[in-house]
């Protein structure tokens, strides 16, 4: 029997899986309420993200645009916030003055891609997929929710907040990730659902992996054996296949803040049932 192929499905689909390897630009007029958008920022040091609600409109969470993000580290001399950077003295006619505000935000689409390109981040891909694109904060293996959940949570965030900003366990990709997902980690670790954090401490580790020495002495295959660990560490990261993610309804994320416990009634098994 043929599956029927829904609008949105072929949309994404119409070209080989593969070919996303290259590119995950997509033009505005084929956005769709809900869609998972990002641009590029800094030379592509980093991506900015949010969700597109429709209307020529995104909702996204950010820092003041030209306040530090906090690391403690050397990014803070040059990684800086994704806000919309219009001057106070000639702010955007739709979006209005909008350079010093923080937390969940709404902006039109074009102070949100700030003069960069516009991409779509890709759900449910393959583990071969998500392996070959090699820069992280791009797609995962995790199946995305349908539209109406993921824009009500991106509405419900926006009236009530998403808590602080913190680069690697709460920042502007966790937001939309869990926008399109409902999943958020419940254990006490150093990442969070980003695959952009993900895929820089994954590099750190495999550069700086003291066992590496051990197991090659040509330089080739040192490189091998690094892309190798730095491969496994994105994979075991990504929301669609780590076990310390839980399904949290939006309500319960703001009525009960802080580090989530485990609860075995509400733990999602994100191994299965992968599917949008």
Not at 29 to 58: Q, T
Not at 98 to 117: A, K, Y
Not at 255 to 269: H, I, V
């Amino acid at each position: 029997m043929k599956r029927e192929v829904m609008p949105s499905e072929s949309r994404r689909w119409a070209v080989p899986e593969m070919a996303g390897i290259l590119s995950n630009k997509i033009p505005k007029d084929e956005l769709k309420p809900g869609d998972h958008i990002y641009s590029w920022r800094n030379a592509y040091l980093y991506a900015h993200h949010g969700i597109y609600v429709g209307d020529g409109m995104v909702i996204h969470f950010t820092r003041a645009a030209g306040q530090e993000i906090g690391t403690g580290t050397v990014l803070d001399r040059f990684i800086f916030s994704s806000s919309p950077s219009h001057p106070s003295d000639s702010p955007c006619a739709r979006c209005g003055d909008q350079s010093r505000t923080e937390g969940v935000i709404s902006s039109c689409l074009e102070c949100f891609l700030s003069g960069g390109e516009l991409y779509l981040f890709q759900y449910g891909v393959s583990a071969g997929l998500f392996i070959a694109k090699t820069r992280g904060g791009t797609c995962t293996i995790a199946p995305s929710d349908p539209p109406e959940h993921v824009l009500h949570r991106a509405e419900f965030l926006l009236q009530n907040g998403f808590g602080g900003y913190n680069i690697f366990k709460n920042n502007c990709e966790d937001f939309a990730i869990y926008c399109k997902t409902g999943l958020l980690v419940f254990t006490n670790i150093s990442v969070g659902r980003s695959g952009q954090a993900a895929s820089f401490l994954a590099a750190t580790t495999a550069i700086v992996s003291t066992p590496l020495r051990f197991l090659t002495t040509g330089v080739s295959g040192l490189a091998a054996v690094g892309y190798g660990v730095y491969c496994i560490s994105r994979y075991v990261s990504d929301i669609g296949v780590r076990r310390d993610v839980m399904k949290i309804p939006v309500e319960r994320l703001i009525l009960c803040p802080g580090p989530l416990e485990s609860d075995p009634a509400t733990t999602t098994d994100t191994s299965k049932g992968k599917g949008s």
